[in-house]
């Protein structure tokens, strides 16, 4: 969760930042503070795909897409000498009694 921690981490400095300017009342760093968890926000849930073997899946999606369709192979069909064998038993059940 590599990427998750990054992105949460980015967004607790952007906190921190955040707090540091309205007790500080540095007007001028208001909107970097803001865009900093603005940012942190956006990114969390592409980090969590990220961590969660996403990109697997999407390397998988990709190879089947760039493959294309095969084409379908012709059924062949049965010489006329060669057919199905018999059932082993008959298809008829005999009743106890």
Do not use: C, Q
């Not at 540091?20 to 940012?39: D, N, Q, R, T």
């Not at 190879?63 to 369709?69: I, Q, S, T, V």
């Amino acid at each position: 969760m590599r990427y998750t921690k990054a992105a949460l981490l980015l967004f607790g400095l952007g906190l921190v930042l955040g707090f540091v300017v309205v007790v500080g009342e540095f007007s001028h760093l208001e909107w970097v503070a803001s865009a900093l968890m603005a940012l942190a926000l956006v990114l969390l849930p592409v980090t969590l795909f990220a961590d969660g073997h996403g990109m697997a899946v999407l390397g998988w999606i990709a190879a089947r897409l760039a493959r294309g369709k095969r084409p379908k192979s012709r059924r062949r069909s049965r010489p006329a000498g060669a057919r199905r064998k018999p059932p082993a038993r008959n298809a008829t059940r005999r009743r106890r009694t």
